[in-house]
């Protein structure tokens, strides 16, 4: 799927686009059982705390799962689909590769948020514009649900970030204006790509229904930091891409679709 001239021109002035429907209601009902199914890997836990930082919250929950690739061939074989890379290419170019790839799954009334924070942070690449992170609603997305909000334009200004002590991990920073905050309200399936330097959060789910985000990261090759391991990188496009078979042993091009079918057929119970 391309991006239309006015989403790639937002990506491309504002730091972000929107892209409804991207993937269609077998693909979502594909990705929500699988979701399912590995909540409780060992890849799963609840990184919300009670306010210390350390100790996790017995009352609040946003369970990150992270990596995906080490625990689903679903999720293995998502980055390799012709309409996510044509869109990531689209966004910054080629060679480029899959750098992270995680899930936040927040469950009714006491899924908690992520605060405000820039990507690039974590990542430290020296052009922030020169990655893509592609966040993609697992169900309805809306503001009850706490869905994710982005500052446009505020990859201009690396912000200042912090511990926050409501993440046994994470870091934080505080935006000027959250008022000039756009939050993306899209049905299950549909997508936003952003830089890495734009500013987001997402909220607590108070909606009555799990609210999950799955986001994958993608840097240009030519970004990638000397000091990062490479088995880090799944090689995507450009001549060191080897469709998964360098990396994973097999050629993945073509896996989404039969994935999709198994992650339905088997249902969330199996494995």
């Known amino acids: 799927m391309s991006l239309r001239d006015?989403?790639?021109?937002?990506?491309?002035?504002?730091?972000?686009?929107i892209v409804e429907h991207f993937f269609d209601e077998r693909e979502v009902a594909a990705m929500q059982a699988e979701l399912e199914r590995i909540k409780h890997s060992e890849a799963?836990?609840?990184?919300?705390?009670d306010g210390d930082s350390k100790t996790i919250s017995q009352t609040l929950v946003n369970l990150q799962i992270v990596p995906l690739n080490k625990v689903s061939n679903l999720?293995?074989?998502?980055?390799?689909?012709?309409?996510?890379?044509?869109?990531?290419?689209?966004?910054?170019?080629?060679?480029?590769v899959r750098q992270l790839d995680q899930i936040f799954s927040k469950p009714p009334g006491c899924g908690s948020g992520t605060d405000w924070h820039q990507d690039n942070a974590y990542f430290q690449i020296?052009?922030?514009?020169?990655?893509?992170?592609?966040?993609?609603?697992?169900?309805?997305?809306?503001?009850?649900?706490?869905?994710l909000e982005v500052l446009p334009c505020s990859?201009?200004?690396?912000?200042?970030?912090?511990?926050?002590?409501?993440?046994?991990?994470?870091?934080?920073?505080?935006?000027?204006?959250?008022?000039?905050?756009?939050?993306?309200?899209?049905d299950a399936g549909g997508v936003i790509f952003f830089n890495y330097g734009i500013a987001h959060r997402t909220g607590p789910n108070r909606a009555n229904h799990t609210r999950a985000g799955l986001a994958f990261h993608f840097l240009r090759t030519d970004y990638i930091r000397h000091d990062k391991k490479s088995e880090d990188y799944i090689h995507l496009r450009g001549d060191d891409a080897t469709e998964g078979v360098?990396?994973?042993g097999v050629n993945l091009s073509g896996a989404w679709t039969k994935q999709v079918n198994n992650?339905?057929?088997?249902?969330p119970g199996e494995t």
Request: charged residues 20%; glycine residues 4%.
């Open 246 to 248: 360098r990396e994973y």
């Open 75 to 96: 999720f293995r074989a998502f980055p390799f689909q012709p309409k996510v890379l044509d869109a990531v290419e689209q966004c910054i170019g080629v060679p480029f």
């Open 6 to 17: 006015e989403q790639l021109r937002s990506f491309h002035d504002k730091g972000f686009a």
């Open 126 to 147: 020296n052009d922030p514009t020169k990655a893509v992170a592609m966040w993609t609603a697992l169900h309805d997305a809306s503001r009850a649900g706490g869905t």
């Open 44 to 49: 799963a836990r609840n990184v919300a705390t």
């Open 155 to 186: 990859h201009f200004t690396p912000l200042h970030h912090e511990c926050d002590p409501m993440s046994n991990h994470h870091i934080s920073c505080v935006v000027d204006d959250e008022s000039a905050a756009v939050p993306v309200e899209v």
């Open 263 to 267: 992650a339905i057929a088997n249902g």
